[in-house]
């Protein structure tokens, strides 16, 4: 089969791979008919997480129909077109009883933080991912989720994660009515993060970022103010300002660890790799947060430690929220907001790439070229 393979920083291809086999009882095979490309890719692609191995595929947004199932699975059938959560959870252990389902303890049992994650090195498990015409699907009955019937399959491969983690990111944000929330990153992610700020009561919704054409998205879909850091003297203050010097009652990190924006932090964070990630988006949203506000973390890090101003965090008083969002968890929701027409996911796609030609949508997204936003990937055999 054809799927996306990994040869190095910077370097992916399309290749002939084995088709997956079913390895236990509570596998599913399903055959891919879209996937995309996410900002958490890019760190990938970039060499920057650990142990990400030559010949590994990506790809933990996929969509699909069910082609085989292992001899335990209930609740799939051949045929079924699901959405495969981007968590690989095993639905039984004790973070999936409280439906952390992010942070399963079985599904990369050999880890402490990360549960397991389609195409997402072996840190995240080692399990192959669906930027590809056929994916293993392990502990099938738990994650993948049967397409309601009027969902377009282009807001369905969204809420795979795009969407859950925007929505995860407002939700731990604590909004109350009224509240000024900052989003930084006009990336999918903090896109979605903006547009869901509002389901949960902001006042006012406020994105930074550095990329002019994505601000000017945002502004649009998600009906936000939306600036960028590079035109303001120093963003933090420029939130002070703008919020009576008070400071913001929420503020969402939707970049994580390849922010731009302070030299220092590059060079120790990507460059040097002395720290885990450059930490300025994070720097920014906790000396912009209000005293006693919420910072909620979505942005992708590093396991280790970064330089970040914790003794602010302490002085004023904030809470930290982060996690890996728990997709499975809130697919029902996300699904009825869809259908209610409050969502509109599909809005956010750019560009539509034959899986053959991966390595140009890689390259076209990591460099922010043509406009790009969300890329999906069309395998031969999707039938579409
Ligand atoms: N927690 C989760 O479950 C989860 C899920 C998906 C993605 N993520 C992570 O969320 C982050 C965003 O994902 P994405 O797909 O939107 O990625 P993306 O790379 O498309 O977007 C990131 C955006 O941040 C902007 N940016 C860079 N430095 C900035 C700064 N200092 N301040 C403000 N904006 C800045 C970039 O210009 C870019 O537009 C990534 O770190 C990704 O790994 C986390
Ligand atoms: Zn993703
Ligand atoms: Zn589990």
Redesign the pocket.
Known sequence: MLAMNYRGPYRVRADHKPYPEILHPEDAIVRVTRSCI???D??LYHGLVPDTRVGMTFGHEFIGIVEEIGPSVQNLKVGDHVIVPFNVACGKCVFCEQQMY?NCHESNSQATAVGGIFGYSHTAGGYDGGQAEYVRVPYADVGPTVIPAEMHPDDAVLLT?VVP?GYQAAEMGGIKPGDTVVV???????IMAAKCAWLFGAGRVIV????EY?LEFVKNYAQCEAYN?RSLEDPVLFIKKTTDWIGADVCID????E???SALQTITGVKLMLQAGAA??LH?AINSVKKGGIVSI???YGPTGNLIPIGNVVNKGITIRA???SVKRLLPRLIEHIKEGRLDPKAIITHRVPLEEVGDAYHIFSAKLDNCIKTILIPPSAGI
């Open positions: 996410c900002g958490s890019l760190h992010g994660d983690t930084f990153g006009a990336g999918p992610v903090g930074i970022d550095h990329i994505r850091f939707a970049v994580g660890c922010a731009a924006g300025t988006a920014w979505v942005g992708v996690n890996q969002a």
